[in-house]
């Protein structure tokens, strides 16, 4: 019995899967960061590591996935 126990440990580590999945689909920002993020946008433009630059802890590739997912304008 102790076995049956132990067997259901091991099926907990199929669940990395998702957490993966979870961090690609959305970057979770601050409503401070988002705010930066379209001011800078609308005085620099598509200068990614500039707006970068203004935000601790985030890179150029960080904030230009997170514009393109929330202002795409493929929504037909």
């Known amino acids: 019995m102790g076995d049956f126990q ?3 440990d091991d099926s907990s580590q199929d669940f990395t899967e998702p957490d993966v999945i979870s961090r690609d689909s959305k970057l979770e920002f601050s409503e401070d960061e988002e705010t930066l993020i379209s001011r800078m946008f609308n ?3 598509e200068r990614w590591s500039l707006i970068a630059g ?3 802890g985030r890179t150029a590739e960080e904030i230009e996935k997170y514009w393109t997912c929330k202002y795409s304008s493929s929504s037909e």
Do not use: A, T
């Open 54 to 56: 203004r935000i601790p």
């Open 43 to 45: 005085l620099v433009g």
């Open 6 to 8: 132990h067997s259901s």
